[in-house]
């Protein structure tokens, strides 16, 4: 129910953007979150958004190159990915959180996935 796309292959310092569209959800009523997950790595998150988009947090790791953001008309959550680096070669991997009235940043704590899309970034 969730579609992740945008994935691709760029050079470092390129940018991309990834997009989560639902179906048979309706993301305003659900925390989104985006976490990624290398080969030999735990899947760890990168970066949420609330429901009304009103706050957003972010891993430090991708903190002032990353942007989350949602459009609930059209049922989508963005990440926008900017100074991309060889360490952000990873599938990504968007996430529904219905209960948090915050954003978790605990993979199990998430309801729904989308299925993935490759991010790899030449150097």
């Known amino acids: 129910q969730l579609q992740a796309s945008g994935g691709g292959l760029v050079q470092a310092g390129g940018s991309l953007r990834l997009s989560c569209a639902a179906s048979?959800?309706?993301?305003?009523?659900?925390?989104m979150g985006w976490f990624r997950q290398a080969p030999g790595n735990e899947r760890e998150f990168v970066a949420g958004?609330?429901?009304?988009?009103?706050?957003?947090s972010y891993a430090d790791s991708v903190k002032g190159r990353f942007t989350i953001s949602r459009d609930n008309a059209k049922n989508t959550v963005y990440l926008q990915m900017n100074s991309l680096k060889p360490e952000d070669t990873a599938v990504y991997y968007c996430?529904?959180?219905?209960?948090?009235?915050?954003?978790?940043?605990?993979?199990?704590?998430?309801?729904?996935w989308g299925q993935g899309t490759q991010v790899t970034v030449s150097s």
């Open positions: 996430a529904a959180d219905r209960k948090s009235a915050g954003i978790a940043r605990v993979a199990t704590t998430y309801n729904f």
């Open positions: 048979g959800l309706t993301l305003s009523a659900y925390t």
């Open positions: 958004i609330t429901w009304a988009g009103v706050t957003t």
